[in-house]
């Protein structure tokens, strides 16, 4: 498949998102937290380790537990949970004699990421215009 096929093809889907977050928003019948949300970015540490890692090329364990400000034992579990959503990937080596435990962002985690800010942003169009 070509490139603009399937920029075409995603444009289009991150349209009907958008359209099916406002129509959520625009009837209140609708369940409270549409169904289109990413329930698993949506929890505040997993969407903070993956707005760290979109801008970084990768992360190390402690580097995310720092900027996040959690424990190993919070962020551990939320990262396992993202990784087997293959949404980050995880390495693990050694720095010398010490294990380093590195994240990174892989394209089905961009991709969630950017559907999740655009259905963010059509709330918000539509709570503004409201």
Do not use: W
Not at 97 to 117: D, I
């Amino acid at each position: 498949m070509s490139k603009s096929a399937t920029a075409r093809r995603e444009n289009a889907q991150r349209s009907r998102e958008r359209d099916a977050s406002l129509e959520a928003i625009r009837n209140p019948a609708r369940e409270a937290v549409p169904s289109d949300l990413d329930r698993l970015i949506h929890e505040r540490i997993r969407l903070g380790i993956v707005s760290a890692l979109a801008v970084n090329r990768s992360l190390t364990f402690n580097e995310l537990k720092a900027l996040l400000k959690t424990t190993d034992g919070n962020l551990s579990v939320h990262a396992r949970k993202l990784e087997e959503a293959d949404y980050i990937v995880c390495t693990k080596s050694f720095d010398g004699r010490l294990p380093k435990t590195e994240y990174r962002l892989v394209a089905a985690g961009r991709r969630a990421l950017e559907r999740y800010l655009n259905h963010m942003e059509a709330l918000i169009r539509a709570t503004r215009e409201g």
